[in-house]
């Protein structure tokens, strides 16, 4: 028999009157039709007499026989105090049964008739009470194990350990006991129905107390604390009390965790949290409104830090002028925002370079002093910024004055940190940078001493993965570096790029400031001819800008990314010199093909080739094509004008590219794709030569040269010992201004200046390469190469009169578009035709005619159609190309230098751009601008897809295009056999 009663009382009970009223409702209980129970109370143990009753429940449980197995009463109890009624604790008053004078005695004779495995032993176990807190607690987990999910005593059971634990928390205060608390409330809370007495006290006294408790924690950042978090907030739902309070402290976690271990996904969901909370927790207006404001700028100016995306920084700095906004002059709190938009600035001058930037954010740090004289909790945390600011600027502009007040700013900080500060470190590494300046100016062997042994210091206080030793390892290379550039100590060299390396590779430190270490290192190996380090260092450094534009999820923030490293733009030519120094050819063309392929990662990554891996394993490419898909669509996500959706955008985003990745692994662990999209070897960029040389024409500061990729075997190293890259820049400008003149040149007149020009291209650059072709690999006349020019000789025309010459923009290129040449499908042919469209220049006035000659010289077998007029739209001409094999463009088109994806041809509505077109045709077309590389649209199609390229290399009149058509279509149609069109053979003729 089981019965279970509960009451609330309207006013607060005395003793007798519990009494009372508790064997009247026991009785009332029992009066069912069965003998009711004896029941006298003699004794409330445990409860002093100051103490009164607000809620009490009876929980009683018979044996078979009708006797009386155990009775549980349970009440909440409120001290009386002269200032009023302050909540005690949910104090447990339990096994109330016949007298209790000897109530422990019976509860302990049941249990001991009740072992492990009985029925009964959970109820025998919750009843019996001991003084020992241990124990009992214990006890109640004893109980709570034999009442498994689905138990009708569950939630009691619950509610008892809660309890013990709650009081063993306020004997002993240990953590554990209130977070175990916290996870038995929850799971309490899912088992009491709403209206329910159990429920009530749960959510009422225990609840807000469990709560508080939790909240009052420091933050944790440990994932169970994380999850500690999580759970409070399940417990404080929108509306509640501690919903806030709940929300910020998760978020705080959040902050921890990402300060110890630098993981982006932490710094995301921080961020969206505090958004959440300035719209909608504390909006404007609210008394918090503007602390939260500052916490989102805070969170957001780290993402910047850690990502590097301009925007992140420009929204920090606005939001720390609207917090400052928030606490103006003569407010108490006003140091944090000057503080905390000195720092946005500091940065921004570091990225923009504004004097203004820098000379505000100096101004800033010394008004935020003066509210922080010593003694303040923040003034060592002002002066160190200060400090900072002021060694900036004089790392830029050298005024002596400012490197003096650093050194003497950041001794005070550092006298005013505690050795136990958390932040300790960075004051030391700050003020190693300061002392390594000041040794570079004075040459006082003591600075640098003292430099290196800061850095040392910071380093011995950091856990491995800690994301600021990246700092410590930064700084401890320029110092070692600063003394090595004085002293000469080939030791100090060696540990100078030790220290590039570690910063380089440091695994919780953002991609951008990492890559910026391995730049660094780059240029340090590079100036002390350090070759073996700088080719390791430009190894890592590929290796870590295509991992940084993988997890840009949009073309527009990839070239974001690539633009702020404008200063590493030569690096892939400059690392197949230092490959050719080190005398190793093959890393020279792996390096110079995957340093030119990174702008494109995100394209070529999403869009592979996948014949093998269909044939192998179908479900595992469908996989892989899905995803890719899924990744591909989910760009157009990312440029919502609202943040927090761009923000949710880009989460959802980099989840994608967590199970994309996931599914590349599993690719590479089945045999013959242990390499599915790593940069790749020489050995698999050589099949780009199997139908001909190609020939790397390689430009750099250190050295012009040519590799030549035979069919088979070691490529060949054709140096130009005559030629620097300052001769090049000249040849460049010489031959656009050539080109100018010659374009306004009577056709009898002799073109003598460009005639000149490319018989100087002909003898310093193709010749010495002509003469390997011909002397070396015994290659025939009229053969076919490939050209594969870089840096300022995508400006020059070069030309081999003695061979076919094509170019490619890179060797995955052209491996690739010949992969997808081997789907054979019967050929179609259509003629896009735009004279005018989209605003874009002048009417192409030979068009007609240059139609006209289209469409004789294609056969019928190409079931050639024209697109013109109205129907020459953007979308017109998409399914056109996704529909045909072949396609002439008879229009505008225009290079975009700044978006290459987005380069375009004028549409009779709107441009199509490099971003729409999805299938591989045919291309004639002009550019109306010189751009940087002359490849230009021809690259950019390849990339998009195109099997084969045909395009000139600077702007021509439409006219002249007319008779290229002419000469290209006579040739590329003659001796066709059975409508199989070649593309292989354009280019012979022309």
Known sequence: MEIRASFECGGMLGHGELIGKLE?????????????????????????????????????????????????VDCQIVRDTDTGHSKFAEYMISKVVSHLNDAVERFQSVLDQCPAGHPDHAAAATNLDREDIDATTSLFRDALALCPQGHPDRPLSLYHLTNALIWHYNNQHTTNDICECAKLHYELLSLCPDGTYLRSITVGGNGDYVILACNNLAPDGSDEGIQLRRLVLELCPLGHQHHLSAFNKLSWALRERFTQYGNIDDLDEII??????????????????????????????????????????????????????????????????????GGALHTCFIQCGDINDINRAISLYHEALTLCPPGHPTCDSTLNNLAIALATRYDKFNPSEDLNEAVNLHHQSLRLRQLDNPQRHRNLVNFSSALCSRFMETRNNRDIKEAINLCQQSLAVLPSLHPDRYFSYVWLKDAYLARYQVQHNPADLSLALENSRLASLHPTQGLPQCIIAACNWIVAAEQHNNDGSALEA???????????????????????????????????VDAATCALRHHNLQKAVELVEQGRCHQWSLASRLRTPLEDLEFTNPNLA????????????????????????????????????????????????????SRFLLPPSYTELQIAASH?????????????????????????????????????????????????????????????????????????????????????????????????????????????????????????????SRQMMKNHTTPSFVVIRQSRGAGQGEELLAVENELELVRKLVPATA????????????????????SNTWVHLACHGKQDHEEPYYSHFAMRDTCLTLLDINNAHKLNSCDEKMPDEV????????????????????????????????????????????GDIDCTKGGVST
């Open 863 to 882: 079931d050639p159609t024209t697109l013109f007029g109205d129907a020459a739209t953007r979308a017109g001409a998409l399914e056109a190309l996704q």
């Open 935 to 978: 490849i230009h649209l021809a690259a950019g199609l390849q990339f998009s897809g195109f099997k084969s390229v045909v395009g000139t290399l600077w702007a021509v009149d439409d006219a002249v295009a007319k008779h290229v058509v002419e000469a290209f279509y006579q040739d590329i149609f003659k001796d066709l056999k059975e």
């Open 272 to 341: 969206q949290c505090f958004r959440e909370v300035v719209s909608t927790l504390a909006p404007k207006g609210c008394h918090h409104h503007g602390t939260y404001l500052n916490n989102l700028a805070l969170s957001i100016a780290w993402h910047f830090d850690h990502q590097g995306k301009s925007h992140d920084l420009d929204e920090a700095i606005s939001l720390y002028e609207e917090v400052l906004c928030l606490f103006p002059i003569g407010h108490a709190s006003r140091d944090a925002p000057l503080d905390n938009l």
């Open 538 to 572: 430009y190894a890592l450094f590929f290796e870590l800008l295509d991992a940084h534009l993988a997890t840009r999820s949009s073309t527009t923030s990839q070239r974001e990314a690539t633009a702020a490293l404008n200063y590493a733009s030569t690096l892939p």
């Open 24 to 72: 009247r409702s026991w009785n009332e209980l029992l009066n069912n039709g069965d003998e009711p129970f004896d029941l006298s109370f003699p004794l409330i143990r445990g409860v002093h007499p100051s103490l009164t009753l607000k809620a009490a429940s009876v929980h009683a449980r018979g044996n078979d026989d009708g006797g009386l197995l155990d009775c549980v």
């Open 692 to 816: 001909g040389p190609v020939i790397i024409l390689n430009a750099s500061k250190y050295l012009c040269d040519a590799l030549v990729i035979p069919t088979s075997g070691q490529p060949y190293h054709v140096p130009f010992p005559s030629l620097a890259l300052a001769h090049l820049e000249v040849l460049k400008d010489d031959f656009t201004k050539a080109i100018r003149q010659t374009s306004g040149m009577r056709q009898e007149v002799p073109r003598t200046a460009l005639m000149a020009l490319l018989r100087r291209i002909w003898d310093v650059v193709m010749l010495p390469i002509i003469q390997v072709l011909q002397h070396v690999l015994k290659l025939l006349h009229h053969s076919r190469i490939w050209l594969y020019p870089t840096a300022v000789f995508t400006s020059i025309p070069l030309h081999a009169d003695l061979y076919i010459c094509s170019y490619t923009p890179t060797l995955s290129a052209l491996i690739r």
């Open 622 to 673: 469908h996989k892989f094509s899905a995803l890719s898909k899924r990744l591909s669509d989910a760009q157009g996500a990312i440029g919502s004008a609202d943040r927090a959706t761009a923000d949710r955008a880009v989460v959802e985003y980099r989840r994608l590219t967590k199970e994309w990745d996931t599914v590349v692994a599993e690719i590479r662990n089945h045999q013959d794709f």
